[in-house]
């Protein structure tokens, strides 16, 4: 048994042979050298592919020009003579100028007309205004020169005998001279007093008046 265990205690051991690594380095270059001409074979075969230089164009045959065309005479072509056509003008149209319109006279403008006065309706129980004596209040001269305009609502309180007890302006139009017509013009109506039961009786009404200049 000490026999068998000193012979698997040995190293095993490989020799190479000497002239191994000069095989190997000839080898290796004549795989070099076979790498080297097939790159070199392939790179001529690509230029066989290149395009070569344009081949020059054929020469292009003269042409020789046609002669002159002869000028034309009387007897050159058995065609009648040409005459140019006479062309008929249009008559013009000559256009008369309308006569000038005639001048129009110009119109007075007409008078400022009041705000009407209202109509009388049946009783009620508020007082009516009596036909022919609310007259319209007069448009003021000064207010009619300034152009002044607007809608003037007076409240005025009636006793039951139709007079007017007192009168105020409730909306103004933006003018005295209006605001003073209106409430002057309601100060002389008489009305018909308001009723209650068939009774007459006291009662108050607001009147609406519209002030405009004529155009």
Known sequence: MSASRSRTDQNITFQLPRNALKIAGIAFGVGLLLFVVVWLNARRNSDFYRAG???PQAEVAEITPLPAPLPAGAGASDMPDA???AV??????VETPAPPPAPIAEQPAPAPAPAPAPVAAAPTDRPVPLPGQSPAPDYP???LRRGDSGTVVVQVEVDAKGLP???KVIQRSGSRDLDRAALDAVRGWRFQPAQSNGQPMQGTLEIPFDFKPAQ
Do not use: G, I, S
Not at 88 to 93: D, I, R, W, Y
């Open 83 to 85: 005459r140019p056509v």
């Open 53 to 55: 230089p344009a081949q």
């Open 88 to 93: 008929e003008e249009a008559p013009a149209l």
């Open 165 to 167: 007890l007192d009168a």
């Open 141 to 143: 001269p000064a207010a």
